[in-house]
């Protein structure tokens, strides 16, 4: 085992979350898998991680491959507590970034107020020059000008500057002379142009995309390097890798270089894990529910891939470079029950959080939240391990419910089946908008639900949107730490290309994707993926012409006419497909990509054996209120005693270290090789 | 009791969601920049009678607005004759209550034989042969705003009517893009239909009927609950429209009383009692849903919309007057609808000063360019509505640029986009510094946008507030109004209100759009605030001194505290003598 260990050949990933930071060890020689948990620490989120290490008595030097996700850029921008930044924009139009789109999310609020700013006004310099959207010059960068900012940047002492200039995607010419005029007068200061993020059009997505880059960067780049020193330190010597927000691993270079890819490295773990989970049970089309303590994931895996779209928005900001679909909605275990001024329950989407926290927690929360609901109505029990140390107090949790009962004038246990259920509505709800809205259908679908509070609502959320099959992986809790030890390293390049299929020039196209190749190519090589460990991924963002919204489309090796015919009718059917209808339209070009990926190795999902000897025993019993004046009896099992090939009936409650499952009256879950549980859910057949 | 609260709540997530959806499958599926780009539309759920019970717009006034002509074309068409599959197309603007170009569609959804709801979706179509190209806005008569569809089936129990798609092919200058967008708000119809009838069948037909029931109670119950805690009392005011779009010299008087009681608000426009001879003119449907809209801000703001919580709200019109226009009476330029709402505000600001903001910039301020593109031949068109400074208001100061109280979902257009579409460049877009009123609480400031025109075009102005500033409450300053700078040849430059421009190559167009009116004393104003708008270039020093008594030091933005209290102490003496006099 020693011996072992010296050579190197522990694969390890580590996911800092918001209150804990989960661990998952891949023992390759021993061909073990196993999680823990421990504090996150805000301070200093390494100091989680090397405790996490203790915790499952890993040294680096015994590692080959370290993966780690984060919510560390996330939480500098919801609690802006990122850098000074500065910004530096084409002279006439200093305020894109302040004015945004100018809409108004709350429609009837005279009031309303925009998200904060990353960067004040006053920190927002112009600098005369100009492009059109050919890419051609009109105005030469005036470079006078760019040193009076670059003067007013070392002045103020800001640390991190953005710079985006009007149609930089179409020529970076400006930006880049912009950035060495930086540079070279303000040692040590980051700098992030806005073309080496975006090659696409949308100046104020792009603006945005640039200043958050800028406005995480010192912090992820003290973060990742004194990470990597402290490793380096403890002489690892394996492959360190960031989960990026698009799902593929990044090097702490290009994290570095780049750390607006890191704002999803949290959830994206939890995709890539479904996504391996897929290949590994052959369910290659999953709908992933992840549900926490104050927010729920939901995303896709289709055709045994995980969705990527290239744009998101964060708390109202846009960024604009890939990131994997995932929808998120307030609906967590914190969510908080209230009653409206017309006397209606309401759940969310505002959360107690970690503190308060629930009521029952006990530290200080007194409004009722989901998790108290669940405890009333019996899913959860004062003895559900939940998480580490906490405990549930039911007394505290039924005096929140009641209280709120009384206002509402229906029964505490109604008001909290009744939560139950708006939850577990909100929750199909979102699943809805990223299956129905782009043309899937939820029954084509299993659910794969995780996080702590996943398996709570999983077979209700299937039985409303037609899904016949639930599955709750083992450590479900830690799934997403899981999933990033399977993440290949990705390289996502994109040129805005707006051409007419019909008159378009095969041969340029091809000329743009193999640039674009050769670039990913040396990225790789960087990273040190030699030929055989890379693999390049040729899209095509296609429209009808004057439409705005495209469709991506993979594209041929090589591009000729005949490619050219094929993607106009490859479109014409994905159009159909999720839109409803194709057109005669002319067809155009807007963005070509190139996907560069070194491929990792993935380690085996260690089997779980049969059982030999007694069977399967439940732990004890709980009276659970289902609404309407019905109390059941639920078995309670424990889920370290499952083994494979193991049937749980419902009603049952399955509880984990990490998290509790639910299933109702006529569900059934069979335990399967991974230690997985599959649930049949009942009244959720095909079509119906 | 007797209705199950919380299958209500459930019903309404899933019908709120459908909505949502709609909106979603419009904004892919459309075809002009105005509906996925700039969100110029509206779409709803309706029950059974008409009545919105959940909406998801991008122009809030649509959400009444649909409300209303769903209701006037199930009275027009008679109610026995809507089938499944049926889709209707009504832009007659008397019954839709929008001009004719914003189209209402919607469909019935059934459940088996029996009718239990409607979708709707009205968006901005680009031409159905109105006049002039883009916009019209000195129609004198009804027939000049193109061609009117009162309540024609347009899908007819699921087969598409070709004849009247055919009508509408062949009466557009812009055919192509005028019926994919029509065909995109089928679409949205579709899903919305899908939706509702898998909660009927979920739930059954008569839980679902009974929730919508429901949903518009409780939106009344919320609404009369606030409205309890309004103060009573009945408030005058008046405000006006730049012209009627023949007459450009003379503004057009909107005059309202509002009466607040326990039990209703009541708008009365009756006042306002004389027709215009231009097409300034507002359909009642939309003077309903400007009042609805006033409304809501008051009361309801947080809660989603349904028809429910306007059942407090009268609205008051005289028939044949410019707010309840009759045929033939034209209402093209339906601008003083936009306007409306504020003018209601304006009335309530007499009695609630701490409840309601000062008034914003005023007007959506709308530039639509156009021309035909030298290199394609082809015409192109591209409006683009710019943002306002909001009004401050008793907690604090408003927004900075952001779209007019009656749109809150529209966007600006990217510069990059237009650019790349349209043969024109920006020179410059950013915020209009000094433009918000000054006040204990400052107004927003307005944007300023400049066109560069590359080959020749026209630029449609379309706003009709730059002749009188929006109003300020307590003392504020009044924010300062829009103005559109127009130089159609280099070194010629002249303001312009409402109006149709020509430019050659080389020519400009420069928006520059209203601030908000402040609230309360700006002399009050903690200087330190004022400082940071200077140091944010969002106050100029000037303005600084003269408007809010504070003297800014440019070098470091700190506030010259002895300067400050002798200017602030000369003024109140100021004052005190003027009182004197």
Redesign the interface.
């Known amino acids: 085992m020693l011996d072992r260990r010296l050579q190197g050949d522990t694969r390890i990933a580590v996911d800092v979350g918001g209150t804990f930071t989960d661990v998952v060890v891949h023992d390759v020689a021993g061909r073990a898998v196993y999680f823990d948990k421990v504090p996150t620490t805000p301070d200093d989120p390494s100091a989680g991680i090397f405790a996490a290490f203790e915790r499952v008595d890993q040294k680096p030097a015994q590692m080959c491959y370290f993966a780690h996700g984060t919510t560390l850029a996330l939480n500098a921008l919801l609690t802006r507590g990122g850098a000074r930044v500065g910004l530096i924009t084409t002279g006439g139009f200093r305020d894109v970034y302040l004015l945004g789109r100018t809409d108004r999310p709350m429609a009837y609020d005279f009031r309303y107020r925009k998200p904060t700013s990353l960067v004040p006004r006053e920190r927002i310099f112009e600098v005369p020059e100009r492009m059109n959207y050919r890419g051609e010059v009109l105005l030469p960068l005036d470079e006078a000008v760019a040193r009076k900012a670059v003067n007013a940047v070392r002045t103020l002492g800001l640390t991190s500057v953005a710079v985006c200039f009007l149609h930089s995607y179409a020529n970076p010419a400006h930006e880049r002379l912009m950035g060495a005029i930086l540079e070279e007068a303000v040692p040590g200061v980051e700098v992030t142009l806005s073309s080496t993020l975006i090659r696409e059009y949308r100046e104020y997505e792009r603006t945005s995309t640039a200043v958050l880059d800028a406005y995480i960067k010192p912090l992820l780049q003290k973060y990742i390097g004194a990470l990597d020193e402290s490793l380096r330190r403890q002489r690892f010597t394996g492959r360190f890798f960031m989960v990026g927000s698009g799902g593929g691993a990044m090097t702490p270079r290009s994290a570095r270089e780049a750390p607006v890819n890191l704002i999803l490295s949290g959830p994206a773990g939890g995709v890539l894990g479904a996504v391996e989970f897929a290949r590994l049970a052959r369910e290659p089309n999953l709908i992933t529910i992840d549900m926490g303590g104050t927010s729920l994931d939901a995303s896709l895996v289709v055709g045994g891939e995980a969705l990527v779209q290239h744009e998101a928005s964060f708390e109202g900001l846009p960024i604009m470079v890939p990131s994997l679909e995932i929808h998120t909605i307030g609906a967590g275990g914190g969510s908080v029950l209230w009653a409206d001024a017309g006397g209606h329950l309401q759940v969310g989407p505002h959360s107690a959080g970690a503190r308060p926290g629930p009521a029952a927690y006990g530290i200080g929360g007194a409004e009722a939240t989901i998790t108290d609901a669940a405890l009333v109505c019996g899913y959860l029990s004062p003895e559900s391990a939940l998480a580490g140390t906490l405990r549930l107090d039911s007394d505290l949790a039924s005096t929140a419910v009641a209280n709120l009962a009384v206002g509402l004038g229906i029964d505490a246990q109604d008001v909290a089946a009744g939560a139950m259920q708006i939850a577990v509505t909100k929750t199909a709800g979102a699943v809805r908008a990223i299956t129905v809205d782009q043309g899937y259908t939820p029954s084509d679908f299993g659910l794969l639900a995780f996080g702590g509070a996943g398996g709570l609502v999983a077979t209700s959320v299937a039985r409303e949107l037609q899904v016949s099959r639930v599955i709750v992986p083992r450590g479900a809790g830690s799934f997403s730490a899981w999933g990033m030890l399977m993440a290949n390293v990705h390289h996502e390049l994109a040129q805005t290309f707006v051409a007419e299929l019909d008159r378009c020039d095969a041969e340029r196209i091809d000329r743009v994707l193999l640039a674009m190749e050769a670039d990913g190519r040396r990225a790789l090589k960087d990273d040190g993926f030699d030929e055989g460990k890379q693999r390049f991924l040729r899209l095509a963002d296609l429209r009808y012409k004057g439409q705005e919204h495209s469709v991506t489309i993979g594209v041929a090796r090589s591009v000729d006419k005949a490619e050219v015919l094929r993607l106009k009718s490859a479109f014409s059917r994905a159009h159909g497909q999720r839109y409803g209808h194709a057109l005669d339209d002319p067809v155009e070009i807007v963005t070509l990509r190139s996907r560069a990926v070194g491929v990792v190795e993935r380690p085996p999902m260690p089997k779980v054996p049969a059982r030999s000897g007694d069977a399967l025993a439940s732990i004890g019993a709980r009276r659970v209120y289902a609404g309407t004046g019905k109390w059941s009896t639920y078995g309670v099992y424990r889920y370290g005693d499952l083994r494979a090939g193991d049937v749980v009936v419902g009603p049952a409650i399955v509880d984990d270290t990490t998290g509790t499952t639910v299933l109702h009256s006529g569900d059934s879950g069979r335990v399967g090789t991974m230690g997985e549980l599959q649930i049949s859910v009942v009244g959720a057949s095909h079509g119906s | ?1 007797g209705v199950d ?2 299958e ?3 019903i309404r ?2 019908l709120l ?1 459908g909505a ?2 709609m909106a ?2 419009l ?7 105005i509906v ?2 700039i ?1 110029d539309y509206g779409v709803g759920l309706h029950d059974r009678d008409g009545s919105v019970v959940a909406d998801y ?2 122009v ?1 006034s649509f959400a009444g607005a649909n409300d209303f002509g769903v209701k006037r074309a199930l009275v027009a068409l008679g109610r026995g004759n809507l089938h499944s599959g049926d889709v209707v197309l009504l832009n007659y603007p008397y019954w839709s209550g929008a001009h004719t170009l914003d189209a209402l569609v919607f469909a019935p959804v059934f459940a088996g034989v029996q009718r239990i709801g409607f979708c709707s979706c009205r968006v901005h179509l680009l031409d159905l042969k109105q006049k002039d190209p883009g916009y019209v806005l000195d129609s004198t008569d009804m027939s000049q705003e193109g061609i009117f569809f009162p309540a024609v089936k347009i899908y007819d129990q699921g087969r598409p009517n070709h004849d009247m798609l055919n009508v509408i092919r062949f009466n557009s200058r812009m055919p ?2 005028t019926l ?1 967008d029509l ?1 995109a708000q089928v ?1 949205a119809c ?1 899903t919305g239909e899908r939706r509702v009838q898998e909660l009927a069948q ?1 739930f059954g037909v008569g839980s679902l009927v009974t929730a919508m029931k429901e949903i518009n109670d ?2 009344e ?2 609404a009369r ?2 409205l309890r805690r309004l103060p009573k009392g009945t408030w005058t005011a008046a405000d006006y429209v730049d012209s009627d779009g023949i007459d450009t010299e003379t503004p057009v008087k909107m005059e309202v009383t509002v009466t607040v009681t326990d039990e209703k608000m009541i708008v009365d426009w009756s006042k306002t009692d004389m027709p215009a001879r231009g097409p300034v003119n507002v359909p009642r449907g939309e003077t309903v849903a400007t009042a609805m ?1 006033a409304f ?2 008051l009361t ?4 989603p919309v349904t028809a429910g919580n306007f059942r407090p709200l009268e609205v008051v019109t005289t028939p044949g007057s410019l707010m309840e226009a009759v045929p033939p009476m034209p209402t093209f330029t339906m601008w003083t609808g936009l306007l409306a709402p504020e003018v209601i505000t304006k009335a309530l600001a007499q009695g609630m000063p701490d409840l ?2 000062a008034c ?1 910039g005023g007007d959506v301020c709308d530039i639509m360019t156009l021309g035909i593109d030298a290199a394609t031949g082809a015409p192109w068109l591209e409006a683009i509505n ?2 306002v400074g ?2 401050a ?1 008793a ?2 100061d408003g ?5 007019h ?1 009656s749109e ?5 257009s ?4 237009l ?2 579409k349209a043969p024109v ?1 920006i ?5 209009r510094p000094d433009s918000g009123g000054a006040g204990l609480y400052r107004g927003g400031v307005g ?1 300023r946008r400049t066109y560069h025109f590359l080959s020749p075009a026209t630029a449609i102005v379309i706003n009709y507030k730059t002749k009188t500033q929006p109003w300020s409450i307590g003392g504020g300053n009044p924010g300062v109004s829009n103005a559109i700078l127009v130089e159609a040849v280099p070194g010629s430059e002249k303001y312009v209100g409402a109006s149709s421009n020509h430019f050659e190559a080389g020519g400009r167009i420069t928006n520059l759009t209203g601030g908000g009116g402040g609230w309360g004393d700006a002399f009050q104003r903690n200087p330190a605030r004022v400082a940071r708008d200077v ?4 106050v100029s020093k000037e303005s600084a001194e003269m408007d809010y008594g504070v003297v800014v030091d440019l070098e470091t ?1 700190s506030v010259d505290e002895v300067a400050t209290a002798q200017v602030r102490l000369e003024r109140r003496l100021g004052k005190l003598l003027d009182g004197q006099d």
Not at chain 2, 300 to 303: E, F, L, N, Y
Not at chain 2, 408 to 412: A, E, S, T, V, Y
Request: proline fraction near 5%.
């Open positions: 009791m609260t919380i209500v709540e459930i997530q899933g969601a949502e959806e979603r499958s904004c892919r599926t459309a075809y002009n920049t996925y780009e969100h717009s991008g809030a192509e893009r994919g065909h679409s579709k979920r409780h939106g119950r919320l609950a606030a809209l809501k801000a309801t703001p947080d809660s309601v903001p914003s710019d943002a909001f009004g208001h907690g604090g927004e900075d640029g952001v779209m109280v809150p979902g529209c966007r600006n990217p510069i990059e986009v650019e790349t460049l020179d410059t877009y950013g915020y944007v140091e944010a270039g969002l933005y």
